[in-house]
């Protein structure tokens, strides 16, 4: 190979590596054509192997819905199900690439049980690909999706009026579609709309006009993927760096690794280390290849600052001029993705950026209808509903609102004994500062209370069913401590609903709260000195595990009542069961509302096999061992 076409060759792989890269989604309702949109422009751009068009033309005859031409939604639907049904259920990434650019684009679901799909789908697209059935014009999925197109910061949109060979390529019915979505659109928020006829089937309007459509003069889908610049995301916020691995090969070298989020860096540059708030300047800057002397958003770099300051996994290192917010308290809106419904009050891990806290809704503001954007009262979320919502967090963060920076602005939640993702959020703006409220410092402690009492304060919590015997045998502990010199308090269920808890019901939104201030009145006992005895049916293991994590180790005992649902029944003191058992008292706790017993109580009550003061006994023991 000569000179000449060795540089060529050179020049064109340099082309390629350093094309733009385009994320998009395609969305809207099922049926609509969004797998056929994809696969077509997979196959007419030349993005498939030989083994993919070979694969491609055998499942189109075993599996395809377009007799004997192919059937280009097989490449996206990968799935059994999805092959059997005719129907997307997971999110389908694909990559390809053209002469000016090159392609990740998110094939999304389109029935409305998938909706948390397409929200992960689209949460890190840039343009959106809303697909519209010209035969039934903008249906309930569309708004939906374009909906959370919105809420996702979105602000790119292509309306692709598909289908359009099936309505005789008629331009009063693209017009028709076209002025409904751009009012929708009017209302989300979503400024840039690029409406564009096409039938993806047959190819109209793909890659180049179609001459089906003479009346349309705008480009093709492909030409506007090609040379779309996306709106960029707020103002300039200022450099971001979430650090995601504190880098100490030896103790000569101290880096802090991640990927930048937002804004430059380079050497010399003050920074702010946050929540903390230590200042220092920029020392060196690292990149996979080397030291580099500017660094820009999206490159992953390990930087090493001129101080030594203690910085951890989760810190975010900032422009010290331009410095994000730091709070623990948030508005935000939640896209709820779980089967079991959100309970305000029940606890959850945020992670945002590469940061994990613990965090809980306070309360749910409105949830959102997605339908008609109509906000509407709510106690609870529901698989696929979006609300929002107050969070607290038990530590300050640093961030940004979703709007200006997606990193620092989206954060998702996870449930504590399943590790599964629940939900989805986007932070609108804090409700406190970190700063602004602080433990107020007082001279006698815990441990000097403690000591004036001779004892060792303790939160001993019964759980079982209504019924088991928690109340009588927390009373008998009660008794003998108090005989043998303890200061000690219960805090029975019954009673404290007569006062505390009194404006609380029996739903498991009411639940939860219930739990959560007598496990902080329980806190503030023990603080106090005392030895405090909770009785509570305290149903769900969440609010258990909740009101354990407020406590020091070995401060909180839990103590399971383990009575059987027929013997605690039979007993049946109160007369609630044979209400329950009528329907007169619903969510009755072991009949219509579940309760879930303690994986790892300290100490199993068998009500069977021993009498209650032989119970309260092991209690003590267990106390004073």
Request: overall charge negative; proline content about 4%.
């Amino acid at each position: 190979m000569n000179d000449t076409a060795a540089a060529a060759v050179a020049a064109y792989l340099h082309q390629h590596e350093t094309k733009g890269l385009l994320r998009f989604i395609t969305c809207g309702s099922v049926d609509d054509g969004k797998s056929t949109l994809i696969g077509r422009l997979l196959h007419d751009t030349r993005g498939l192997f030989d083994d993919q068009l070979a694969a491609l033309d055998r499942d189109s005859r075993r599996h395809g819905t377009q007799g004997a031409d192919i059937d280009y939604a097989l490449l996206l639907d990968g799935l059994a199900a999805e092959r059997e049904q005719g129907i997307t259920i997971d999110v389908a990434y694909r990559f390809f690439s053209t002469e000016k650019r090159k392609f990740i684009v998110a094939d999304c679901p389109g029935h409305e049980q998938y909706t948390r799909n397409m929200a992960t789908g689209a949460s890190t697209a840039d343009v959106a690909v809303v697909l519209v059935d010209a035969r039934k014009g903008l249906l309930a999925q569309t708004r939906r999706h374009s909906y959370i197109v919105s809420l996702l910061g979105i602000r790119d949109v292509v309306l692709a009026v598909n289908k359009m060979d099936l309505v005789g390529y008629d331009q009063a019915v693209f017009d028709d579609i076209v002025a409904g979505y751009r009012e929708l659109a009017a209302q989300l928020g979503i400024d840039r709309v690029t409406a564009i006829p096409l039938s993806a089937l047959k190819g109209d309007n793909l890659l180049a006009p179609s001459a089906n459509t003479p009346w349309y003069r705008g480009e093709s889908l492909l030409q506007y993927l090609e040379t779309v610049v996306p709106a960029g995301r707020g103002a300039d916020i200022g450099f971001r760096l979430p650090v995601q691995w504190v880098n100490r090969p030896n103790q000569d070298f101290r880096g802090f690794a991640g990927t930048i989020a937002a804004g430059a860096v380079q050497p010399g540059d003050e920074v702010v280390a946050l929540p903390s708030g230590r200042r220092s300047r920029i020392a060196r800057v690292i990149a996979p290849h080397g030291d580099v002397e500017i660094a820009v958003a999206g490159q992953a770099v390990t930087l090493t600052l001129a101080d030594e300051l203690d910085i951890s996994r989760g810190d975010v290192i900032a422009a010290a001029q331009q410095p994000p917010q730091v709070a623990d308290q948030f508005a935000a809106h939640v896209l709820w993705m779980d089967e079991q419904r959100l309970l305000p009050g029940r606890p959850y891990w945020l992670k945002i950026g590469t940061r994990t806290v613990s965090a809980s809704v306070t309360e749910i503001k409105h949830k959102v209808d997605v339908n008609t954007q109509e906000q509407l009262a709510a106690k609870h979320l529901e698989l696929n509903e979006v609300g929002y919502c107050n969070l607290y967090l038990d530590h300050a963060i640093a961030f940004e609102s979703y709007a200006d920076n997606r990193e620092l602005g989206g954060f998702i939640l996870i449930d504590r004994q399943t590790n599964a993702t629940v939900a989805a959020g986007a932070i609108d703006f804090a409700l406190r500062r970190a700063g602004n409220i602080h433990w107020q410092h007082v001279d006698v402690d815990k441990a000097a209370r403690a000591r004036s009492k001779a004892q060792m304060p303790r939160c001993v919590w019964f759980t079982g069913l209504s019924g088991s015997g928690k109340s009588t045998v927390a009373n008998l502990v009660e008794k003998r401590l108090h005989a043998m010199g303890h200061h000690c308090y219960i805090l029975d269920g019954d009673n404290v609903r007569h006062g505390l808890n009194k404006d609380l019901g029996f739903t498991d939104e009411d639940r939860v709260e219930n739990i959560r201030r007598v496990a902080e009145v329980a806190k503030l006992m023990v603080d106090a000195g005392l030895i405090v005895l909770v009785s509570f049916i305290s149903p769900f293991r969440a609010e258990r595990r909740m009101a354990r994590e407020l406590f020091e180790p070995g401060e909180f005992v839990e103590v399971f009542v383990d009575t059987p649902l027929a013997v605690a029944e039979s007993r049946d003191v109160k007369g609630l069961y044979a209400k329950a058992r009528a329907g007169k008292i619903p969510n009755f706790t072991g009949i219509d509302s579940p309760y879930e017993a303690p994986e790892h109580a300290e100490l199993v009550l068998d009500t069977l096999g021993e009498s209650p003061e032989a119970l309260a006994q092991q209690v003590i023991a267990r106390l004073l061992d």
